[in-house]
């Protein structure tokens, strides 16, 4: 759910400079998005697992949700922002999955860069421990949008670092990644950015050793008008063993911005 919601927590109101750069030309991605901004989302995330004891091609977890986001404060190229999770709707198959604390409700304040780094959950609003380390796993483990430091046109492509969890997995299940970012293109307002990376995890799940390896891609496209994100995407291809069963798991999750009604 993380990598799903969090997906949605972590990287949903990104703005970017409010002078639009001309189509070809070389401009300073930066998140500065106006304070008081309001921002609705719809989220989903959809897992597949294909193993000896799976063998149903069914999804093992699904999430449906809808958020509100909205920026408190834009200072020092820091960016605070309170969440609240409208609704949220899970079916699960996996068992443990269905014992996942409900979010509906949920309100919480967060940070992140003006690059889009997320650095942290800083009010839980008085949050219940086991949601509030939910939200913490979410945040870390879905942080995978990285503005680059230096100006980029059409094309440019630059690198940087990200958790990457496993689905409804905490800050414990999750490993470092390098991801290629690329500005695929411009056309209006609208900036089409691409990530993609390997993805390799050893990980101690309650003991028991696994090992995961795989791919991670997707594909933002924000408003440079209007300083947010439009729709976002990722899909993550994991081959996974453990206690000497082997899986396949494929993971998506999208976000898109709920218009104004």
């Given at each position: 759910?993380?990598?799903?919601?969090?997906?949605?927590?972590?990287?949903?109101?990104?703005?970017?400079?409010?002078?639009?750069?001309?189509?070809?030309?070389?401009?300073?991605?930066?998140?500065?998005?106006?304070?008081?901004?309001?921002?609705?989302?719809?989220?989903?995330?959809?897992?597949?697992?294909?193993?000896?004891?799976?063998?149903?091609?069914?999804?093992?977890?699904?999430?449906?949700?809808?958020?509100?986001?909205?920026?408190?404060?834009?200072?020092?190229?820091?960016?605070?922002?309170?969440?609240?999770?409208?609704?949220?709707?899970?079916?699960?198959?996996?068992?443990?999955?269905?014992?996942?604390?409900?979010?509906?409700?949920?309100?919480?304040?967060?940070?992140?860069?003006?690059?889009?780094?997320?650095?942290?959950?800083?009010?839980?609003?008085?949050?219940?421990?086991?949601?509030?380390?939910?939200?913490?796993?979410?945040?870390?483990?879905?942080?995978?949008?990285l503005l680059p430091e230096n100006e980029v046109g059409p094309g440019d492509s630059w690198t940087g670092i990200a958790s990457v969890g496993l689905p409804m997995g905490d800050a414990s299940m999750a490993a470092e990644t390098e991801l290629t970012h690329t500005f695929v293109s411009l056309d209006g307002n609208l900036a089409t950015i691409s990530f993609e990376g390997s993805v390799e995890m050893n990980l101690d799940m309650g003991g028991?050793?696994?090992?995961?390896?795989?791919?991670?891609?997707?594909?933002?496209?924000?408003?440079?008008?209007?300083?947010?994100?439009?729709?976002?995407?990722?899909?993550?291809?994991?081959?996974?063993?453990?206690?000497?069963?082997?899986?396949?798991?494929?993971?998506?999750?999208?976000?898109?911005?709920?218009?104004?009604?």
């Amino acid at each position: 759910m993380k990598s799903g919601i969090r997906s949605a927590a972590a990287f949903a109101t990104l703005a970017l400079t409010a002078a639009l750069p001309l189509s070809g030309q070389a401009t300073l991605l930066r998140i500065v998005p106006p304070e008081g901004q309001v921002s609705r989302y719809a989220l989903s995330m959809e897992s597949r697992v294909e193993s000896p004891m799976m063998p149903s091609s069914d999804p093992v977890l699904t999430l449906r949700a809808h958020e509100t986001q909205t920026i408190l404060s834009v200072a020092g190229g820091v960016i605070r922002m309170r969440t609240t999770m409208d609704s949220v709707a899970m079916t699960a198959a996996m068992p443990g999955a269905d014992m996942m604390p409900d979010l509906s409700g949920t309100t919480y304040t967060a940070e992140m860069d003006t690059r889009g780094r997320m650095l942290g959950l800083v009010d839980g609003e008085e949050l219940p421990d086991d949601i509030e380390m939910m939200i913490e796993g979410m945040l870390e483990n879905s942080d995978y949008f990285l503005l680059p430091e230096n100006e980029v046109g059409p094309g440019d492509s630059w690198t940087g670092i990200a958790s990457v969890g496993l689905p409804m997995g905490d800050a414990s299940m999750a490993a470092e990644t390098e991801l290629t970012h690329t500005f695929v293109s411009l056309d209006g307002n609208l900036a089409t950015i691409s990530f993609e990376g390997s993805v390799e995890m050893n990980l101690d799940m309650g003991g028991m050793a696994m090992e995961a390896t795989g791919d991670l891609a997707g594909e933002s496209i924000i408003d440079l008008a209007e300083g947010r994100y439009v729709s976002q995407e990722t899909r993550m291809n994991l081959d996974m063993v453990a206690a000497g069963m082997a899986m396949t798991s494929e993971t998506t999750t999208t976000m898109a911005l709920v218009p104004d009604p």
